[in-house]
């Protein structure tokens, strides 16, 4: 590469990061002002934190939200993890005409747009009297048809050595997968938990719908509430926007080598 | 020797029945939660009435979605987003993700992490923070007055506000195909692209000549699934615009939203809309592998 090309690139990418990163910071530096200030471009971290903070918990019960939030997020992504890496293991480990003919069956199912089974949905589990509760929440995106293709994927790589030498020293089958494939697939675990987490974290339609008390309210809804109000306090709305965005953030720096390492992987 | 083979062969067949066993919590599941209400969106796509009190009505409801001005809005705004926003993002997705892949590039790393960092936010958080850079009062329009330009109302303008969202959104899923197509490009032989380059070919040359076709499985998979996305875009149109002005940036899953849960609910017509792009997406999801499979 020629220097002059080479400035070029570099100047693409620094361009291209600072505006990926600039809304970041006009959040973090809009949390931390007042109100006013953050209107009149205000572009340094202030010291208006507390005060905000102070607003936003007056205003909505951010322990609740941030509480429902992790717990709703933190168990379906355990289940979603555990029903989709069995079944993607089944699906290869086990692999005949039939299984194959039921995955791609599946597969279909990636094509139908949730606002399309969002409202049978809603009726099924309000006549089951199950609106607002945690299992409603859960139960439709714990078993997605990317999640098993991701393991169905990666279990191809897991050398078929070690299931034969697992049997002879009289493992069962279970526990094989706990004891042999589950530590050898650290990677596409962590890149699986990292979406199933974000994404359970992030939703918001289906919350919306189908968790209807005050006392259900999630992280996303909260953010949502917050404009609910006729003059929008930017400072308070921002620090409410950074409150959700930390612990995608940590996950996000904490998994991301392991993420980018799991998608390779999964697209091989 | 035939008992051995025996007990191989019910060993096998114990082997498939566990494989099913695996398998069934998951398959049930997506029987229950995708299938089922699939077809029961059909079955309610076919009754009219507000509320619980549904009726027959045969294809009333499909009738109705062609007459619907509101309908025809959001699918002009949901195929304006589409068709802007997709090829825009994964073009430049691709073009990241190839200078990112060069070998003498420094703070690789840094470059990587800064451009993926979108993805951390939630759909509603950086919906809002784009919401209040580019409000009336916002950080854009006071930077723009510094500079001596009238404010914009981005909001109030339909495709003022078209351009914010096709903005969020290129913001927010650029980096996240970006790591799709490294994690491709990393796949790929970095001698490969020497022996080109001591072929005689540029740069250019090279990146359509080895990146895409090599990279076309994941080019494939990325389409489909921004395709999906945007087909299905809600978090955005209610957060950052509320469809407005009126209806002028309202999608298609928005609008399901409001008719069924907003105004005086009306399942059945809710349902015959997401029938509409169920098969709007299918159909595009078999194009797309079509188009993919002939390039080969």
Request: glycine share 6%.
């Amino acid at each position: 590469m020629s220097k002059g090309k080479k400035i070029v690139v570099y100047m693409f990418l620094t361009v291209v990061s600072l505006i990926s990163v600039f809304p970041l910071y006009y959040m973090i530096c809009a949390a931390t002002n007042k109100s006013i200030d953050v209107i009149e471009g205000r572009l340094i971290p202030g010291t208006y934190l507390i005060e905000n903070y102070k607003s936003l918990i007056e205003q909505q019960d951010l322990a609740l939200a941030l509480w429902n939030s992790f717990r709703n997020a933190t168990i379906l992504t355990v289940l979603c993890l555990l029903v989709c890496s069995v079944a993607g293991y089944g699906f290869e480990i086990y692999h005949d005409k039939g299984k194959d003919a039921v995955f791609a069956i599946l597969l279909t199912a990636m094509m139908i747009p949730f606002a399309a089974v969002m409202i049978p949905m809603f009726r099924m589990f309000s006549r089951l009297g199950m609106v607002d509760t945690m299992a409603a929440f859960m139960l439709p995106t714990i078993s997605t048809p990317f999640m098993i293709m991701m393991f169905r994927q990666a279990s191809r790589s897991f050398p078929h050595d070690i299931i034969e030498a697992a049997r002879i020293d009289g493992l069962s089958e279970i526990g094989i997968v706990f004891r042999m494939f589950v530590p050898t697939m650290k990677s596409t675990y962590s890149a699986a938990f990292i979406i199933t987490f974000m994404n359970a974290w992030n939703n918001y339609l289906w919350p919306k719908v189908i968790l209807q008390k005050n006392s259900s309210v999630t992280m996303p809804m909260l953010v949502s509430n917050l404009l609910g109000s006729y003059s929008i306090d930017y400072g308070v709305l921002m620090l409410g926007v950074f409150v959700c965005t930390i612990p995608t953030a940590i996950i996000f720096f904490c998994f991301q080598k392991s993420f980018t390492e799991g998608v390779t992987g999964a697209v091989k | 020797m035939s008992g051995q083979e025996k007990r191989k062969l019910t060993l096998q067949q114990r082997h498939k029945r566990i494989g099913w066993i695996f398998l069934m919590p998951s398959v049930i599941m997506i029987c229950l939660f995708s299938f089922y209400p699939m077809i029961q969106a059909f079955v309610l796509s076919l009754q009219t009435g507000l509320g619980v009190d549904l009726k027959f009505g045969g294809l009333n409801n499909y009738i109705r979605i062609f007459k619907d001005p509101t309908f025809k809005q959001t699918l002009f705004n949901t195929f304006f987003y589409l068709i802007i926003q997709v090829p825009i993002m994964l073009v430049l997705a691709l073009c990241l993700a190839s200078m990112l892949n060069n070998k003498d590039l420094r703070f690789k790393g840094l470059f990587r992490t800064c451009i993926f960092l979108p993805c951390a936010t939630s759909l509603v958080s950086y919906a809002m923070i784009f919401r209040s850079l580019f409000a009336n009062e916002g950080f854009i329009n006071t930077i723009l007055k510094d500079v001596g330009i009238d404010p914009i109302n981005w909001f109030g303008n339909a495709w003022t506000a078209r351009a914010v969202i096709i903005i969020a959104m290129i913001w927010r899923w650029t980096g996240y195909n970006m790591v799709f197509y490294l994690s491709g490009l990393q796949n790929i032989e970095y001698s490969v692209y020497e022996a080109a380059r001591i072929d005689g070919a540029t740069p250019l040359q090279s990146f359509f000549k080895i990146t895409v076709p090599l990279l076309k499985p994941i080019i494939l998979l990325t389409t489909i699934t921004s395709t999906n996305g945007t087909l299905q875009l809600f978090d955005e149109s209610l957060n950052l615009t509320n469809g407005g002005p009126g209806t002028s940036t309202m999608t298609m899953s928005h609008y399901i939203y409001n008719t069924s849960f907003v105004h005086s609910p009306n399942f059945g017509y809710a349902a015959a809309l997401s029938i509409v792009i169920l098969v709007m997406v299918a159909v595009l999801a078999l194009l797309q592998m079509k188009v993919g499979d002939e390039r080969e």
